[in-house]
């Protein structure tokens, strides 16, 4: 379990991820890696680490158009983040190294494998309980059975589009035939 505590972001800190995932992006340059630096810096100077994993977790990619931990607990399992189980949360937790290839829909075996190291390394570090762990361990998967409609098209912000898009399905509001603005 020690391979699996190492960091899998070439080194990065929480903060110089989330540099990179807000405001710098993706360019290999040397300019963006000054740029997190300084901006994971400045974030630690302000915020508590808890609030760098809080926005951490409200902006990094989950797979299936998940973007934020709030989108993927309703992707995945159709719940709100109060809603979710040790067992779900756990699975959640390891979706963010591989989003695309390893989460519950593309690869159901490797991330019941992947929740399952996280629930381990949780009752190492004693934050629960053997009693927590054994149940969670034996929690079948049960995903969401209808999946949220998403727009193909290239999202500027795509959590918050897919969130009006879910705020309008619950309204019962059709926006498929156009006219709205």
């Known amino acids: 379990a020690a391979k699996d505590r190492k960091a899998s972001q070439g080194g990065s800190t929480l903060s110089m991820q989330l540099a990179k995932l807000v405001f710098t992006g993706d360019a290999p340059t040397i300019s963006r890696k000054l740029d997190n630096m300084a901006l994971a ?7 508590t680490k808890d609030q760098v994993l809080e926005l951490y977790l ?21 719940k709100s983040l109060d809603e ?31 929740r399952n190291t996280v629930l381990r390394i949780m009752l190492e570090e004693n934050m629960i309980q053997k009693e927590e762990f054994d149940e969670a361990i034996e ?7 209808k999946r949220p ?15 009006v898009l879910h705020e309008l399905r619950e309204k019962d509001i059709d926006i498929s035939r156009g006219g709205y603005r």
Do not use: W
Not at 58 to 78: C, L, M, R, S
Not at 87 to 96: H, I, P, S, Y
């Open 41 to 47: 810096y400045k974030m630690e100077e302000v915020l």
């Open 58 to 78: 409200n902006y990094v990619y989950f797979g299936e158009g998940a973007h934020g931990i709030a989108a993927a607990a309703d992707v995945y399992f159709g």
């Open 84 to 114: 979710l189980t040790l067992a779900e949360a756990a699975m959640l937790a390891r979706c963010v190294r591989y989003p695309s290839s390893i989460n519950p829909v593309r690869s159901p075996e490797k991330a019941l494998a992947n």
């Open 139 to 145: 929690e079948p998967v049960k995903l969401r059975k």
């Open 149 to 163: 409609q998403t727009i193909t098209a290239t999202k500027f912000h795509p959590y918050f589009v897919d969130y």
